[in-house]
């Protein structure tokens, strides 16, 4: 069966909100889901997974530390995370307050690995992003990011 790590930094618990919307989307599409703090993710774990989705909050327009120091410690991982597939989302200030650039920072740590980033063609192109706590608005769109990833998931890895 495949598998989805949904792993998140949350001071506030607003991007732990997030987190928990796009996993209840990757669950809607029967995919296998881990949801975890990234503090709890032992880096070589990530290679258990089909798909990788990290969500942090935006602090001056760049992802939280625990986050970063994920990706810094998964560079022992080089070339083995080829192909599977990523996403990224985050909690920021404010629209126009450095979430997409949080969002671009985390895939592109995700591309150096190989790894396949699906966009949007309908709005937040990128990674879902909300806007301090997040509403019903943005849980939906979030969640609907967790089902699109989980699609594409169980396309690349389709079970035998």
Same mark, same amino acid.
């Given at each position: 069966? =495949?598998?989805?790590?949904?792993?998140?930094?949350?001071?506030?618990?607003?991007?732990?909100?997030?987190?928990? =919307? &796009?996993?209840?989307?990757?669950? %809607?599409?029967?995919? #296998?889901?881990?949801?975890?703090?990234? %503090?709890?993710?032992?880096?070589?774990?990530?290679?258990?997974?089909?798909?990788?989705?990290?969500?942090?909050?935006?602090?001056?327009?760049?992802?939280?530390?625990?986050?970063?120091?994920?990706? #810094?410690?998964?560079?022992?991982?080089?070339?083995?995370? #080829?192909?599977?597939?990523?996403?990224? &989302?985050?909690?920021?200030?404010?629209?126009?307050? @450095? @979430?997409e650039t949080t969002v671009l920072g985390i895939l592109q740590?995700?591309?150096?690995? @190989?790894?396949v980033i699906q966009g949007a063609p309908d709005g937040l192109?990128? @990674?879902?992003?909300?806007?301090?706590?997040?509403? %019903?608005?943005?849980?939906?769109?979030?969640?609907?990011?967790?089902?699109?990833?989980?699609?594409?998931?169980?396309?690349? &890895?389709?079970?035998?």
């Amino acid at each position: 069966m =495949a598998r989805i790590l949904v792993a998140y930094y949350s001071r506030s618990g607003n991007t732990k909100k997030l987190a928990e =919307a &796009f996993a209840e989307g990757v669950k %809607e599409e029967g995919v #296998d889901i881990a949801l975890k703090r990234v %503090e709890e993710v032992q880096v070589k774990e990530l290679l258990d997974y089909d798909g990788i989705a990290l969500g942090s909050p935006t602090y001056y327009g760049h992802m939280a530390a625990p986050v970063k120091k994920l990706i #810094d410690d998964s560079i022992r991982l080089h070339k083995k995370l #080829d192909g599977k597939v990523g996403a990224a &989302f985050t909690s920021s200030g404010g629209y126009g307050c @450095g @979430g997409e650039t949080t969002v671009l920072g985390i895939l592109q740590a995700l591309m150096v690995h @190989g790894m396949v980033i699906q966009g949007a063609p309908d709005g937040l192109h990128y @990674g879902a992003i909300a806007e301090e706590k997040p509403g %019903e608005t943005e849980l939906r769109r979030v969640r609907l990011k967790g089902v699109r990833m989980a699609r594409l998931v169980k396309r690349l &890895f389709p079970e035998p």
